[in-house]
T-cell receptor, first 119, second 110 residues
Framework: GAGVSQTPSNKVTEKGKYVELRCDPI?????LYWYRQSLGQGPEFLIYFQGTGAADDSGLPNDRFFAVRPEGSVSTLKIQRTERGDSAVYLCASSLSPRGALRSYNEQFFGPGTRLTVL | KNEVEQSPQNLTAQEGEFITINCSYS?????LHWLQQHPGGGIVSLFM???GKKKHGRLIATINIQEKHSSLHITASHPRDSAVYIC????????????FGTGTRLTIIP
């Protein structure tokens, strides 16, 4: 079946502009994650959705960053007033919901990422 | 603080050599991923493990829960194995998110 897809694959924008990055998770995956990977670094957590709601948004760096998942499937990461420091690869991953009372971990599947460059 | 450390940061080897990449973490985990990332490409999960050892082709991943340490081995390395290898863990008390190491850049020379 289809994997996680992300659009666009590349986005170049100017400082101060608004951008939207889209993630289509694997069908049936209720959990969706956004991560950000700066050059030469490992990815860092941004936000995690369980269904339509953000279960943990503690990784969002500031209030310029916002993400939605209105129907519990596709998610959009929105960045306002972009800054050069926002340049990074934005990764999306999805998984089945945590299992059982102990919330056993389900494997996350990653999309190809969106490379954002802010000039 | 929940941390993940990888070593080495960079590794260059000749084709055919046996490769080992190490990952250590600070507190208990429920799962550990080994991920592969090619230049300009997305991330592919090679293994997910919580105990013991897994093997897929020329790749072997091991984990020692008591020592909080995992290794990724590549046998008979090939230039197409050149990539960044990333260790990521789900800490027991860190909700569902993954915490990543900084990656190991592997270059295999023909």
């Amino acid at each position: 079946g289809a994997g996680v897809s992300q659009t666009p694959s590349n986005k170049v924008t100017e400082k101060g502009k608004y951008v939207e990055l889209r993630c289509d998770p694997i069908s049936g995956h209720t959990a969706l994650y956004w991560y950000r990977q700066s050059l030469g670094q490992g990815p860092e957590f941004l936000i995690y959705f369980q269904g339509t709601g953000a279960a943990d948004d503690s990784g969002l760096p500031n209030d310029r960053f916002f993400a939605v998942r209105p129907e519990g499937s596709v998610s959009t990461l929105k960045i306002q007033r972009t800054e050069r420091g926002d340049s990074a690869v934005y990764l999306c991953a999805s998984s089945l919901s945590p299992r059982g009372a102990l919330r056993s971990y389900n494997e996350q599947f990653f999309g190809p990422g969106t490379r954002l460059t802010v000039l | 603080k929940n941390e993940v450390e990888q070593s080495p940061q960079n590794l260059t080897a000749q084709e055919g050599e046996f490769i080992t990449i190490n990952c250590s973490y600070s507190v208990g985990i429920s799962a550990l991923h080994w991920l592969q990332q090619h230049p300009g490409g997305g991330i592919v999960s090679l293994f997910m493990l919580s105990s013991g050892k897994k093997k897929h082709g020329r790749l072997i991943a091991t984990i020692n829960i008591q020592e909080k340490h995992s290794s990724l081995h590549i046998t008979a390395s090939h230039p197409r194995d050149s990539a960044v290898y990333i260790c990521a863990v789900r800490f027991n008390f860190g909700n569902e998110k993954l915490t990543f190491g900084t990656g190991t850049r592997l270059t295999i020379i023909p």
